[in-house]
Nanobody, 127 residues
Framework: QVQVVESGGGLVQAGDSLRLSCTVS????????MGWLRQAPGKDREIISC????????YYADSVKGRFAISRDQVKNTMYLQMNSLKPEDRAMYYC????????????????????WGQGTQVTVSS
């Protein structure tokens, strides 16, 4: 049984940093993209970053480009999201997602591509 578990969220002030972690157990997604998505109150879930399987290529939404960095440790089956210069508008529930239905980053840009989800970790940024 696949389990996806995020951690690292919290309440911070604008300008602070957080590092989210996502550990996957029960299967190995090393050859497949994984993604970080977020959902703010009243808004749709959006992909903010995803990373390729073995390639390590990454995508960032414009809203986080230059501030967030995604990485993954294939040995630990863990993915990270380093979030710097946090803004109040970054406040959201952050989800880690994995999939066997995407082979590249283009496919990984679709929320519907992901079929394994974590429970989410809340990030709140005060001004």
């Amino acid at each position: 049984q696949v389990q996806v578990v995020e951690s690292g969220g919290g309440l911070v002030q604008a300008g602070d940093s957080l590092r989210l972690s996502c550990t996957v157990s029960g299967s190995n997604f090393g050859n497949y993209p994984m993604g970080w998505l977020r959902q703010a109150p009243g808004k749709d879930r959006e992909i903010i970053s995803c990373i390729g399987g073995r390639s390590g290529n990454a995508y960032y939404a414009d809203s986080v480009k230059g501030r967030f960095a995604i990485s993954r440790d294939q040995v630990k089956n863990t993915m990270y999201l380093q979030m710097n210069s946090l803004k109040p508008e970054d406040r959201a529930m952050y989800y880690c997602a994995a999939t066997y239905r995407a082979w590249n980053l283009v496919q990984a840009l679709r929320v519907s591509s992901y079929n394994y989800w974590g429970q989410g970790t809340q990030v709140t940024v005060s001004s």
